[in-house]
Nanobody
Framework: QVQLVESGGGLVQAGESLTISCAASGRTLSPLALGWFRQVPDNEREFVAAIAWSGDTTRYTDSVRGRFTISRDGAKNTTVYLQMNSLKPEDTAVYFC?????????????????WGQGTQVTVSS
């Protein structure tokens, strides 16, 4: 079992930055790809970014590439961060952290077995 706890969401203005984080815990954490998805009401969960256990492979959806950066801490490798710059109102969503026990980096929800509760990010215009 893997537990995921997100933190750092909030309300920001367009153009500002925000960093959200997700702490993973559990009995077996490797290999563990960690990803971020987001969801707005009445829409499907959308892939945002993901990072491999090694940290050497990252994936981004086109709409955030160049503005968002995913990283994981180097010490215990159990915390993943999503630094979000130049935020836009369309980035407003609940952001979910997800974990997949795989050495690849999935960009769809299905391979992710573990999910956090989500953190709200609201970008005002």
């Amino acid at each position: 079992q893997v537990q995921l706890v997100e933190s750092g969401g909030g309300l920001v203005q367009a153009g500002e930055s925000l960093t959200i984080s997700c702490a993973a815990s559990g009995r077996t954490l490797s290999p563990l790809a960690l990803g971020w998805f987001r969801q707005v009401p009445d829409n499907e969960r959308e892939f945002v970014a993901a990072i491999a256990w090694s940290g050497d492979t990252t994936r981004y959806t086109d709409s955030v590439r160049g503005r968002f950066t995913i990283s994981r801490d180097g010490a215990k490798n159990t915390t993943v961060y999503l630094q979000m710059n130049s935020l836009k109102p369309e980035d407003t969503a609940v952001y979910f952290c997800a974990a997949s026990k795989t050495s690849v980096v999935p960009t769809i929800p299905k391979p992710y077995k573990y999910w956090g509760q989500g953190t709200q990010v609201t970008v005002s215009s």
